[in-house]
């Protein structure tokens, strides 16, 4: 996998930086509550999208080409998922402050095991970078670090965008139509990769 490593690096910093569910939901967080209160949901995600490089590591991504029954329900449960956390983020913009639920460690734990996007990006990488070189221990720990070292710079980028867009934005009126246009997008994402 030598070689193969300024490539894998690009393809990381291409497929989780870009705007997809993780990232728009982070952003949506950052801006609605502040980069602080999004942590715990931070951490979740990447022991969740850790979680999900682990096991297509170990093969469970053929599955899904075996039984293409079993990425529709991801799929499925997927989107009701985004959604949940969408009218989470409006109802949350809409409460007062002190009346707000923040995100908890397992609802980020979630957001890659039920998206589309991050078992696509996974298996794609897996197959690219690593099917056929006969990865050992130590390649597959360094190709789920690798994953968790983009995933979490990126969301933490998208959140403190999110966090300068609430700290911008005095107006509660402001801030609600820029949450709503925030989830908006992150349903876009969500359904974009749906059909995918």
Request: proline content about 5%; some cysteine.
């Amino acid at each position: 996998m030598e070689g193969m490593y300024l490539p894998f690096a690009l393809f990381l910093l291409v497929m989780t930086g870009t705007p997809g569910p993780g990232n728009m939901t982070m952003l949506a967080i950052g801006q609605t509550t502040g980069f602080r209160s999004a942590l715990p949901f931070l951490a979740g995600s990447a022991m969740g999208f850790a979680a999900l490089n682990t096991l297509v590591a170990c093969g469970l991504g053929e599955a899904f080409r075996i039984w293409p029954q079993i990425a529709m329900v991801l799929r499925v449960l997927g989107m009701t998922y985004i959604i949940y956390l969408a009218v989470k983020i409006v109802r949350m913009q809409a409460a007062p402050p002190e009346g707000a639920k923040l995100f908890s460690m397992f609802e980020g734990m979630l957001i890659h095991p039920l998206s589309p996007k991050s078992w696509a990006m996974s298996m794609a990488a897996y197959s690219q970078f690593m099917a056929g070189t006969h990865p050992g221990a130590e390649s597959m720990v360094l190709y789920v670090l690798a994953f968790m070292v983009f995933q979490v710079t990126f969301h933490s980028l998208w959140c403190a965008l999110g966090a300068g867009i609430y700290k911008l934005l005095r107006n509660n009126h402001a801030r609600l139509a820029v949450n709503t246009c925030l989830v908006v997008l992150m349903l876009g994402a969500t359904f974009y990769a749906f059909l995918a």
